[in-house]
């Protein structure tokens, strides 16, 4: 066994905090890209910081705690690994393809942020919807960003790849290279959130987004451990199929700059599955007292509606 056996996902940036995540993901890009490109990258960053802090002119903060600014960076990451591991073994991805790709996984989910007039709910609410609110989010908002008329299609194109309910064949991609950046964008955004080491525990705050949003089938905290299984599943499924594998992009990465020959998103994802079978079968306890990560964790908002 090598000193790698033993290395986490968590391990690989030691200090876990949104602008060591932005740096990693700068970091990776420079392997291939000059370094004109990340100016436009950290503004957009911290742009999205702060509308998710609520200093964006005409919107609230952001209350969705499930989707949060940490669930957006963690996904910028993920995208950043995956598009070295794409570089890597097939080809230079278009330089602006590359910086669009960057720029939609930092706006895909700021359709959950209610524009400051909107005083009803919180950004749950617009679940189903926030695909396309982040879509015109940026349409409207696109010269503060730095973003050209001419790429809103292109970005438009890419956030709208992390619809769970949308088949990527519907998207009318100019090429295949930016279909498999949309692949990669929508894989991005699913192995961001399921591998985190607080996912477990971030669940109960998806399960009160969902109930905001009317989603059908989640009336405990507890059927959101069950269906997450299923989901995994499903979700299995669409790596594979709809996104045409790009997970298996992320093992190059490591392999390369990690020496780690491993994905190690699925590595996590899969103990936080293991974890999730064994709440469920063991019933002798509430199954909250088994989650350990996160101070939210005692809060009263999570010792309600909890039945098993």
């Given amino acids: 066994m090598n000193s790698g056996d033993n290395i986490q996902l968590s391990k690989i940036i030691e200090s876990d905090t949104g602008a060591n995540y932005l740096k990693e993901a700068l970091k990776i890009l420079h392997h291939h890209y000059p370094r004109r490109m990340t100016s436009r990258i950290k503004k957009c960053s911290k742009l999205v910081s702060i509308l998710f802090e609520g200093k964006f002119p005409g919107y609230k903060s952001c209350n969705t705690e ?47 942020i209610q524009e400051s007039w909107d005083k009803d709910g919180t950004g749950a609410k617009y679940t189903s919807s926030h695909v396309e609110r982040s879509i015109a989010f940026i349409k409207k908002n696109h010269a503060i960003f730095g973003v050209e008329a001419s790429e809103l299609d292109e970005i438009s194109r890419l956030i709208k790849s992390t ?22 964008l929508g894989t991005a955004d699913l192995l961001g959130q399921m591998s985190s080491r607080i996912y477990l525990e971030k669940l109960l705050f998806l399960y009160y987004e969902f109930r905001e949003a009317n989603i059908p089938g989640f009336n405990t905290e507890f059927d959101i451990l069950r269906k997450t299984l299923e989901f995994y599943e499903v979700t299995k499924k669409r790596f594979e199929n709809s996104y045409l594998g790009s997970y298996n992009f992320a093992r190059f990465h490591f392999k390369e700059r990690h020496g780690l020959d491993r994905n190690l998103y699925l590595e996590a994802i899969e103990k936080n599955i293991a974890y999730i079978h064994k709440i469920i079968e063991d019933d002798t306890t509430n199954f909250r007292h088994k989650l350990k990560r996160g101070s939210w964790i005692n809060q009263d908002r999570y010792n309600q509606n909890s039945l098993q």
């Avoid at 960076?73 to 910086?99: C, F, H, N, P």
């Avoid at 949308?166 to 949309?182: M, T």
Wanted: proline residues 0%; glycine residues 6%.
């Fill in 66 to 112: 499930y989707h949060d600014f940490e669930h957006t960076i963690d996904a910028l990451t993920a995208v950043s690994r995956l598009m070295d591991g794409y570089i890597i073994t097939r080809q230079k991805m278009d330089e602006r393809l590359a910086e669009n790709l960057l720029m939609a996984a930092l706006l895909h989910d700021t359709g959950y």
């Fill in 163 to 184: 619809g769970l309910t949308i088949k990527l064949d519907s998207i009318q991609f100019i090429n295949d290279e930016e279909k498999i950046a949309g692949t990669i």
